[in-house]
């Protein structure tokens, strides 16, 4: 994971310094960008442990060592997108490999299982994943993947980490944690038991609405072989210039995770006293389901919040009322957004058991003064109303 002694570093430390040592030749002190194909080589099969870009480049080794050291993994590879990540870690399956999925997921995910991989042979079903006692007793047949996502999206359900773990370990099944809401600086899942973990990095990673990227921290050492064969093999691998795009927003990803906290949680102080809510989901709230799990697992409740208005025609009209929040997609930057999951990011999940419904808001709470949050928020309720 480390080199020696970075282990006992704290984690803002290790989010600036680890893979990220002063370059050799100049002395510069931010990781360069090797803009480059491929590498000379001293003589044939004689290299650096550099040979061509797509199987390997500096840069992107320096990525993968930093957010390996920061989910506490012995491994990390890193992908062109979330997808990308998630597509080679379902590689891992064989056809008539069952996947157990959450029944509250994004929707990326579940046309990517439910589409792609399912024409390969490979089956999913979809399950309460925060009851995991009940999917132990009825477990599909030929399970060897579980998929958890925790805190979900858009639902914002808990899953506790580790009863799923000990559920998946006795069945012989791995566990993929997808932790890109919480982000490594709130939740390990490897320390709870998961096998996997996936991360768009384009979310709060990289923190700025500027690159897209995924990554997968594992200590598996067959596990980690499958994931880097594949990253050379199929090529969906992040660019230079995108690896040193992440990096610089890692360095910042306590301080904003922080400032995120803070926000979601003024934001939903609103939200649970306005009378035109009628369902706030938040996992800070003592009267969340996952209320407690979230406590054990997690170190703060995230940017995250959704909640619902009773009608699409009231949620469409808030959602177009914000001033701040940007109505868009995706999430995890330092500006705040504001979305309608039903229509946009989980519109492939429509008619089936993820399906999510229509009155429910999703928000990304930025970085942006608390009070000038809430103020936009508050009147774009009133304009809902």
């Known amino acids: 994971m480390t080199d020696t002694g970075e282990t006992s570093w704290g984690f803002a430390t290790r989010a600036i310094h680890v893979g990220q040592d002063p370059e050799t030749v100049t002395g510069a002190v931010t990781v360069p960008v090797f803009q480059t194909s491929t590498f000379a080589q001293e003589a044939v099969g004689k290299h650096s442990g550099y040979e061509y ?12 060592r930093v957010l390996a050291s920061l989910e506490e993994a012995s491994f990390g590879v890193a992908f062109a997108s979330g997808l990308a990540a998630e597509d080679a870690v379902l590689r891992l399956l064989d056809p008539g490999d069952h996947v157990v999925l959450g029944n509250d997921a994004y ?10 991989f399912a024409r390969t042979g490979i089956t999913w079903s979809a399950h309460d994943l925060s009851a995991p006692a009940g999917i132990g007793d009825d477990w599909p047949a030929a399970t060897r993947m579980v998929w958890v996502e925790t805190p979900t999206n858009p639902l914002l359900t808990v899953v506790d980490i580790a009863a799923v773990a000990a559920v998946a370990g006795r069945k012989g099944a791995r566990l993929v944690v997808d932790n890109t809401f919480a982000t490594p600086y709130l939740q390990r899942p490897l320390a709870h038991g998961a096998d996997i973990v996936v991360h768009s990095t384009t979310k709060y990673l990289g923190g700025h609405s500027d690159v897209v990227g995924g990554f997968v921290a594992t200590n598996d050492s067959e596990v980690h072989d499958h994931l880097a064969f594949i990253q050379n093999a199929v090529g969906a691998v992040p660019a230079p210039w995108d690896c040193y795009l992440t990096m610089r927003g890692v360095k910042t990803l306590p301080l904003r995770m922080d400032r995120h906290n803070a926000n979601a949680a003024a934001v939903v102080a609103l939200l649970q006293g306005h009378p035109a809510v009628g369902q706030v989901l938040y996992p800070g709230l003592a009267g969340h389901p996952g209320h407690d799990a979230a406590r054990r697992q997690m170190s703060g409740f995230g940017g995250m919040v959704s909640f619902r208005m009773g009608s699409r025609d009231a949620a ?8 701040l929040f940007t109505l868009a997609e995706s999430l995890g930057a330092v500006e705040s957004l504001i979305e309608h999951p039903g229509v946009m990011t989980h519109a ?3 008619g089936s058991p993820l399906e999510v419904p229509d009155d429910l808001v999703r928000l990304s709470v930025g970085i942006e003064d608390e009070a000038d949050l809430v103020a936009d928020l508050a009147q774009a309720l009133d304009a809902g109303r």
């Open 53 to 64: 870009g797509r199987t390997g480049n500096p840069t992107r080794t320096a990525l993968q």
């Open 107 to 116: 929707g990326g995910t579940f046309r990517l299982i439910s589409r792609v």
């Open 316 to 323: 469409t009209r808030v959602i177009e009322s914000t001033r």
């Open 348 to 350: 492939s999940a429509a």
